[in-house]
């Protein structure tokens, strides 16, 4: 099947927008966050769960356009992710241009559909090639490895540097210098975007510190809300809405 035939949309009129509910936020930031990550894989299986339904308020009483305003925003949208997710800006950009200038021709529904599933599967691919690239030294690609197969536990930076069999100094030092963020700060990150995807599976703050191997609950949720400007409870509130 091509990844095109999985997305469809139902558009609501605007008497109605207040008796029907638009794309659930969870929904939304579990496709996007695919994208981010450059996983084609639950990209996919995301697009079957939802059965890719995408309800919007209708912004054109032309059947055509509103459909290629929905395109315009999910494109959009996805660029902003892939971004996020380390793809180049400019190669992020020219993507979008291109994908909005085929969409503008495009004359049937179905094929404005097919075009958004195609190129959202591409753009996450590019994602994905692109965290694949080597541009690290080995001893940071180690290191970013050991912390990918880890991070339910508690890890430490002298622990990841015995792995990589250099000193811990030293490790820090190239780290910082190789992708511009504090180890420490770089570890504590990932593990709150492994938290993120559980609260949105409906995991409990609780349950999530053993998961993602947080020292405790209050730790946690301080460490969440320095990074995120809102408490788990409060992120959690904010997708139901």
Do not use: W
């Amino acid at each position: 099947m091509n990844i095109g035939e999985l997305v469809t949309v139902k558009t609501i009129d605007n008497k109605n927008v207040f008796n029907e509910k638009h794309t659930p936020y969870s929904a939304e930031i579990r496709l996007l966050s695919c994208v981010q990550q450059g996983d084609i894989e639950s990209l996919i299986a995301q697009l079957e769960n939802l059965n890719s339904i995408i309800v919007m308020g209708r912004m054109s009483d032309d059947e055509l356009m509103q459909n290629k305003y929905m395109a315009v925003s999910v494109i959009t949208l996805a660029t902003r992710y892939a971004i996020q997710g380390g793809l180049n800006e400019t190669k992020a950009y020219e993507f979008s241009d291109r994908v909005i200038k085929t969409i503008d021709k495009l004359t049937d529904k179905n094929e404005i559909f097919m075009c958004i599933g195609n190129e959202i599967v591409k753009l996450t691919e590019d994602v994905k090639k692109n965290k694949k690239q080597p541009e690290f030294s080995p001893h940071i690609r180690n290191c970013i490895k050991y912390i990918n197969e880890n991070i339910s536990r508690k890890i430490s930076v002298s622990e990841i540097a015995e792995y990589c069999r250099i000193s811990a100094d030293y490790l820090s030092q190239i780290f910082k210098k190789e992708i511009g963020e504090n180890l420490s700060s770089y570890i504590l990150r990932q593990k709150l975007e492994k938290a993120k995807s559980l609260l949105l599976d409906g995991m409990s703050s609780k349950e999530i510190i053993t998961e993602v191997g947080f020292s405790s609950q209050t730790y946690f949720i301080t460490a969440f809300k320095r990074f995120y400007k809102m408490t788990p409870s409060e992120f959690v509130k904010i997708i139901k809405e």
